[in-house]
Protein backbone atom coordinates (compact mmCIF):
# COMPACT_ATOMS: atom_id res chain seq x y z
CA UNK A 1 0.00 0.00 0.00
CA UNK A 2 1.18 3.67 -0.94
CA UNK A 3 1.04 6.34 2.02
CA UNK A 4 1.16 9.75 1.45
CA UNK A 5 3.68 10.95 4.11
CA UNK A 6 5.03 14.90 5.49
CA UNK A 7 8.32 15.26 6.64
CA UNK A 8 9.44 18.39 8.38
CA UNK A 9 12.70 19.37 7.96
CA UNK A 10 14.79 21.89 9.84
CA UNK A 11 18.49 22.85 10.29
CA UNK A 12 20.21 25.81 11.91
CA UNK A 13 24.22 24.41 12.39
CA UNK A 14 27.04 23.41 9.84
CA UNK A 15 25.75 25.13 6.74
CA UNK A 16 21.63 24.54 7.36
CA UNK A 17 20.99 25.58 3.40
CA UNK A 18 23.37 22.51 2.53
CA UNK A 19 21.79 20.46 5.55
CA UNK A 20 18.62 20.69 4.11
CA UNK A 21 19.58 20.05 0.56
CA UNK A 22 21.16 17.13 1.03
CA UNK A 23 18.81 15.78 3.39
CA UNK A 24 16.12 16.60 0.41
CA UNK A 25 18.62 14.03 -1.64
CA UNK A 26 18.63 11.60 1.07
CA UNK A 27 14.76 11.44 1.45
CA UNK A 28 14.26 11.00 -2.46
CA UNK A 29 16.97 7.36 -2.31
CA UNK A 30 14.90 6.13 0.79
CA UNK A 31 13.74 2.54 -0.39
CA UNK A 32 10.06 1.70 -1.40
CA UNK A 33 9.46 5.66 -1.28
CA UNK A 34 9.59 8.29 -3.69
CA UNK A 35 9.95 11.99 -2.77
CA UNK A 36 6.48 13.80 -4.43
CA UNK A 37 7.53 17.64 -3.65
CA UNK A 38 8.85 19.61 -1.68
CA UNK A 39 7.87 23.30 -0.72
CA UNK A 40 10.65 26.02 -1.02
CA UNK A 41 12.96 26.22 1.91
CA UNK A 42 12.54 28.95 4.74
CA UNK A 43 14.49 30.97 7.18
CA UNK A 44 12.91 30.92 10.43
CA UNK A 45 13.66 32.55 14.23
CA UNK A 46 14.61 30.20 16.45
CA UNK A 47 11.56 29.04 18.55
CA UNK A 48 11.86 27.78 21.93
CA UNK A 49 13.84 29.28 25.51
CA UNK A 50 17.35 29.02 23.76
CA UNK A 51 19.52 31.74 22.22
CA UNK A 52 20.63 30.03 18.79
CA UNK A 53 21.26 30.17 15.47
CA UNK A 54 18.36 31.27 12.63
CA UNK A 55 16.44 27.75 11.28
CA UNK A 56 16.57 26.81 7.75
CA UNK A 57 13.06 24.91 7.25
CA UNK A 58 11.08 23.06 4.42
CA UNK A 59 8.40 20.34 4.47
CA UNK A 60 8.52 17.29 1.72
CA UNK A 61 5.77 14.64 0.50
CA UNK A 62 6.78 11.24 -0.03
CA UNK A 63 4.99 8.77 -0.66
CA UNK A 64 5.87 5.40 0.64
CA UNK A 65 5.52 1.50 0.82
CA UNK A 66 7.09 1.89 4.72
CA UNK A 67 5.23 1.15 7.45
CA UNK A 68 5.45 4.69 9.77
CA UNK A 69 8.34 2.72 12.18
CA UNK A 70 10.46 1.73 9.32
CA UNK A 71 10.04 5.14 7.88
CA UNK A 72 10.95 6.66 10.94
CA UNK A 73 14.10 4.87 11.30
CA UNK A 74 15.17 6.17 7.68
CA UNK A 75 14.61 9.70 9.19
CA UNK A 76 16.72 8.97 12.04
CA UNK A 77 19.19 6.97 9.62
CA UNK A 78 19.53 10.05 7.87
CA UNK A 79 19.45 12.26 10.50
CA UNK A 80 22.52 10.14 11.66
CA UNK A 81 24.45 10.39 8.86
CA UNK A 82 24.32 14.63 8.74
CA UNK A 83 26.03 14.26 12.42
CA UNK A 84 23.10 14.76 14.41
CA UNK A 85 23.77 14.55 17.49
CA UNK A 86 20.84 13.69 19.81
CA UNK A 87 19.70 15.15 23.54
CA UNK A 88 22.24 17.33 24.20
CA UNK A 89 20.70 20.06 25.32
CA UNK A 90 16.50 19.87 24.73
CA UNK A 91 15.23 22.80 22.54
CA UNK A 92 18.77 23.52 21.72
CA UNK A 93 20.80 24.19 18.04
CA UNK A 94 20.62 20.83 15.48
CA UNK A 95 22.06 19.84 12.45
CA UNK A 96 19.37 18.11 11.26
CA UNK A 97 16.09 17.40 12.11
CA UNK A 98 13.53 15.03 10.22
CA UNK A 99 9.97 15.04 11.84
CA UNK A 100 7.43 12.88 10.95
CA UNK A 101 4.81 15.23 10.77
CA UNK A 102 1.61 12.71 8.82
CA UNK A 103 1.69 9.36 7.26
CA UNK A 104 -2.02 9.29 5.85
CA UNK A 105 -4.07 9.78 8.24
CA UNK A 106 -3.04 7.56 10.74
CA UNK A 107 -3.07 8.59 14.47
CA UNK A 108 -0.35 6.81 16.27
CA UNK A 109 0.67 7.04 19.81
CA UNK A 110 3.24 5.15 20.72
CA UNK A 111 6.30 5.55 22.92
CA UNK A 112 8.38 5.90 19.61
CA UNK A 113 6.26 7.74 17.63
CA UNK A 114 2.74 10.49 18.05
CA UNK A 115 1.44 11.35 14.26
CA UNK A 116 -0.12 13.88 14.02
CA UNK A 117 3.15 15.70 15.34
CA UNK A 118 2.40 17.39 18.29
CA UNK A 119 4.25 20.20 17.38
CA UNK A 120 2.79 20.40 14.01
CA UNK A 121 -0.26 22.68 14.80
CA UNK A 122 1.41 25.26 16.50
CA UNK A 123 4.66 25.72 14.12
CA UNK A 124 4.25 28.39 11.78
CA UNK A 125 7.85 27.47 10.38
CA UNK A 126 5.64 24.01 9.66
CA UNK A 127 2.41 24.95 8.79
CA UNK A 128 3.28 27.42 5.87
CA UNK A 129 5.70 25.22 3.85
CA UNK A 130 3.42 22.23 4.37
CA UNK A 131 0.37 24.95 3.62
CA UNK A 132 2.88 25.81 0.16
CA UNK A 133 2.47 22.10 -1.29
CA UNK A 134 -0.87 21.51 -0.05
CA UNK A 135 -3.07 24.11 0.29
CA UNK A 136 -6.13 21.91 0.68
CA UNK A 137 -4.95 19.20 3.07
CA UNK A 138 -7.55 18.17 6.15
CA UNK A 139 -6.43 16.97 9.05
CA UNK A 140 -8.36 13.77 10.52
CA UNK A 141 -9.48 15.98 12.98
CA UNK A 142 -11.31 18.05 10.53
CA UNK A 143 -9.21 21.11 10.84
CA UNK A 144 -8.51 22.93 7.93
CA UNK A 145 -4.80 23.73 7.16
CA UNK A 146 -5.70 26.64 5.27
CA UNK A 147 -7.19 28.11 8.55
CA UNK A 148 -4.73 26.92 10.89
CA UNK A 149 -1.98 28.74 8.34
CA UNK A 150 -4.36 32.11 8.69
CA UNK A 151 -4.39 31.62 12.45
CA UNK A 152 -0.45 31.31 12.63
CA UNK A 153 1.45 34.56 11.55
CA UNK A 154 4.36 34.07 8.88
CA UNK A 155 6.18 37.32 9.63
CA UNK A 156 9.01 35.49 11.07
CA UNK A 157 9.20 33.69 7.85
CA UNK A 158 11.53 34.48 5.02
CA UNK A 159 11.61 32.76 1.92
CA UNK A 160 14.93 31.81 0.52
CA UNK A 161 15.70 32.80 -2.72
CA UNK A 162 17.57 31.14 -5.55
CA UNK A 163 20.09 33.66 -5.48
CA UNK A 164 20.79 32.77 -1.89
CA UNK A 165 20.63 29.00 -1.87
CA UNK A 166 23.25 28.91 -4.58
CA UNK A 167 25.99 31.19 -3.44
N1 LIG B 1 12.79 26.76 15.64
C1 LIG B 1 12.66 26.91 14.31
N2 LIG B 1 12.46 28.14 13.81
N3 LIG B 1 12.74 25.86 13.45
C2 LIG B 1 12.94 24.60 13.90
O1 LIG B 1 13.00 23.66 13.09
C3 LIG B 1 13.07 24.39 15.29
N4 LIG B 1 13.27 23.16 15.83
C4 LIG B 1 13.39 22.96 17.14
C5 LIG B 1 13.37 24.09 18.13
C6 LIG B 1 14.71 24.14 18.83
C7 LIG B 1 12.27 23.81 19.13
N5 LIG B 1 13.11 25.37 17.51
C8 LIG B 1 12.99 25.52 16.15
O2 LIG B 1 13.56 21.73 17.58
Do not use: C
Request: charged share 20%.
Amino acid sequence: MLVRAYIGLGSNLQNPLFQIQNALVALGQIPQTELVRHSRLYRSRPMGPVDQPDFVNAVAALDTQLDAYALLSELQSIEQQQGRVRGVLRWGPRTLDLDLLLYGDEQITTEQLTIPHPGLLQRSFVLHPLYEIVPDLQFASGELLAELAKNHPDDELEILDAAEIHR
